[in-house]
């Protein structure tokens, strides 16, 4: 049986072009890229050059691309790095309400070394209430932390209007955006944007996992989380990764110059998708943020209709279909994702969102056959109820 990917926004295959760039960095020249010796020379060019495809797709400069173990680390570094650096400004932190835990934990940690953490919020349509997040910003904010593009039901937050709000009233704030499922499906520009630094993460464009970077606008102040060799501009210490970073690199700038065509073929799939699922009447469509955001093109959520998600996925999983849930299962009310809570959902209906993300190497007929297989599940569970 053949396998259906409906979750590349948890992960994607490494690209047959991104694997071949990293084969020789393991056997062929494994050097340590602070070597002096030719082969160490060979691998810090292959790093720089890495550096410089990242800065290509980010709209950065190469020797500001800090490689870093992944958006996890980069968010880390970020979240800790500003506001550690600006505490002579001010201890105040604005957090996204959908931030990534990657993001949201740093910063509520900043907690207890005396930072005073608010998250924005969301209007009823799910959107970022920006009108809200203006009026939090304040003269003492010193970081500001929203994803451009999110991971559980794809809608595109307002960086640009939100940047232009806090740069007029917190003239210290650092701005961070995690970028990580907005790279490849809309532009992450990080001058355009306006803010001071992007995470992107390489898994999640047809990269390999372990590696991602840390782009910033400036070189203000920042204070590392690792101290040791000085690499990465003294951000990042650690011997580099070097055949991931190369992965890395090339992802990043297929990602970017394949953006136009993959964005058509991924409107058009989860076009399909969602024609399918009303038409099969498989469940309920949810769009948060939607109208007044846009939504990305490869991410769908949607109510199914009988038990709770959990359920439907480990029935899906059993026929081959990779999915997830839309909302990791809260278990009550009041901890319910903030977009949900927004758009009015009810407790029972979160637990029964699935969320199908689809990627660049999708084809219409694995689509079709995964909504067969969505069907015949559906089917099957409501005879046993
Ligand atoms: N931010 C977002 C929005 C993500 O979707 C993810 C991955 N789930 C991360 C950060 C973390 O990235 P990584 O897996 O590279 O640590």
């Not at 009108?131 to 999110?150: I, K, W």
């Not at 009233?169 to 809309?186: R, T, Y």
């Not at 007044?292 to 009988?306: H, M, R």
């Not at 699935?354 to 909504?371: A, D, H, M």
């Amino acid at each position: 049986m053949e396998s259906v990917h409906f979750d590349h926004a948890a992960s994607t295959p490494v690209d047959e072009r991104v694997l071949e760039a990293m084969q020789r960095w393991w056997q062929e020249n494994y050097a340590n890229p602070s070597s002096r010796h030719a082969a160490g020379v060979a691998a810090a060019e292959a790093l720089d050059e890495a550096r410089r495809r990242v800065a290509w797709a980010t709209g950065a400069q190469p020797d500001r691309v800090i490689f870093t173990s992944g958006a996890t680390e980069a968010n880390n570094v970020a979240v800790f790095g500003h506001a550690r650096a600006r505490k002579q400004h001010g201890r105040h932190v604005l957090v996204g309400p959908l931030e990534h835990p990657s993001t949201k934990m740093p910063a509520l940690a900043l907690k207890e070394e005396g930072f005073e953490v608010e998250e924005l919020t969301l209007d009823s349509s799910g959107a970022l209430d920006i009108e809200d997040a203006g009026a939090r910003v304040r003269p003492d904010t010193v970081l500001v932390t929203n994803m451009l593009a999110n991971n559980e039901y794809g809608c595109i937050f307002p960086v640009r209007e939100l940047t232009r709000r806090v740069r007029k009233a917190a003239p210290h704030a650092a701005i961070h955006v995690d970028s990580v499922q907005a790279l490849g499906k809309v532009e992450v520009d990080i001058e355009t944007l306006g803010v001071d630094s992007i995470a992107i993460s390489a898994h999640k464009i047809n990269g390999p996992k372990g590696a991602g970077a840390l782009v910033r606008a400036n070189d203000a102040a920042m204070q590392p989380l690792t101290l040791g060799g000085g690499q990465e501009s003294g951000l990042r210490a650690g011997t580099q990764d070097v055949p991931a970073i190369c992965g890395l690199g090339l992802a990043a700038k297929l990602a970017e110059s394949e953006r136009e065509e993959s964005v058509a073929q991924m409107t058009e799939l989860t076009g399909l998708l969602k024609s399918e699922i009303n038409g099969r009447g498989l469940g309920r469509l949810i769009e948060p943020g939607a109208p007044t955001q846009a939504l990305l093109p490869n991410i769908l959520s949607f109510i199914v209709d009988g038990p709770p998600a959990e359920v439907f996925l480990h029935h899906l999983d059993a026929r081959g279909v990779m999915a997830s849930a839309g909302s990791a299962c809260q278990s009550n009310k009041r901890s319910m994702n903030p977009a949900l809570f927004a758009i009015g959902l009810e407790e029972d209906e979160a637990r029964r969102l699935l969320r199908l993300s689809i990627g660049k190497k999708s084809s219409r007929e694995e689509v079709l056959r995964g909504v067969e297989v969505l069907e015949g599940v559906r089917s099957e569970l409501a005879r046993h109820v």
